[in-house]
């Protein structure tokens, strides 16, 4: 796949009513709002009941088709998506494989949900899995880059290990969206994403969706929306199609102000130490080159100690202190704090898109103050 398809897709994206409507006809996708369709006689076409679908879903499911060349199934949350991904393709003896430092609550619902349903439930290090003998699986889960310690792994080489033996391949590509990372386009089966972070991109509303090129698992996912009833909002749909229009000038900029940041952060000696994927000193470099687009909006600092990094995140004045990340506002955390494995000191920097040199201003002034 070339850039310039992938732009081209966005444009797509874009522009999915443009040419469709009718003269008249609003070329702003509307919010339905409705449980019911007008149905006489025996049921027939796409809309007959609100679990089942609805016009503001599809209008967002087909511009985040565009982007992955894939089916898009959208539901109300990325921890929703990941659970249609888990009952939709797994079942009693299952085995699945997780990654240890991926987010927290894929792993919890699995240990905790999955497990007493009959599923085996293995973890282990992102980058494990490069080497890892992948045969005793059905499932195989990435991150890349991991959250938050941004280690990566060759999504390719484990589809093609993990394709031998027919186990399915699913990633969650929420760090880095379909403009920074194509996972299905380097051979996974499924791709989850939390669009409530980068996607939508304005921290105000939460949203998930999975996209497949498999028609079978497709339909799984839209079954199991429709029978578990875990359906988005139209509202929060439109919210997020609007967001949707600026990701690529939002992402850009993101990626822009991390890279810069990243650079001068590295040099800075308040900081111990930046961890980037796209610094040449990023322990995976190589890979993050040939497997990203884009490098992402997130950067992990480690300070001396937690106070310090407290002590930073504080003396910034245009870095939100909530969790989270994917907003156009910066934000902050020290991960510590909800019990990751990182030095106390580890701070997550979600990079937005405030002007980059009033941002560096602002965290360089902190800084100083330390
Ligand atoms: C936030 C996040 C999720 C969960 O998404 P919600 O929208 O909060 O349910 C899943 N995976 C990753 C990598 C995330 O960052």
Known sequence: MSVDDLDRRFARALHGRTRAVATNEPLTAPIVATSVYQLPGDPSGPYQYGRWSNPTWSALEAALS???????????????????????????????LLPANGYYATRALAERFLAPFGVQVATMPTTALAQADLTAFDLVWIETPSNPGLALVDIAAVAERAHRHRARVVVDNTTM??????????????????????????????????????????????????????????????????????????????????????????????????LYPGLAAHPQYELACRQMRRFGSLIGLTFADAATADAFIAGCHFVRTSTSFGSVHTAAERRARWGDTVAPGFVRLSVGCEPPEALWQDLQDSLARL
């Open 66 to 96: 565009e982007l992955e060349e894939a089916q898009a199934i959208v539901l109300p949350s990325g921890m929703a998506a990941v659970a249609a991904v888990y009952y939709a393709l797994l079942q009693r003896g299952a085995r699945v």
């Open 177 to 274: 969206t379909p403009l920074g990372q194509q996972p299905l386009a380097l051979g996974a089966d499924v791709v989850v994403y939390s669009d409530t972070k980068t996607i939508n991109g304005h921290a105000d509303v939460l949203l998930g969706h999975v996209a497949t090129r498999d028609p079978a698992v497709a339909e799984r996912i839209r079954q199991w929306r429709m029978l578990a009833g875990a359906i988005p909002g139209p509202f929060e749909a439109w919210l997020v199609l609007r967001g949707l229009e600026t990701l690529e000038v939002r992402f850009e900029r993101m990626c822009a102000n991390a890279a810069l940041l990243a650079e001068r952060l590295a040099t800075h000696p308040r900081v111990q130490s930046v």
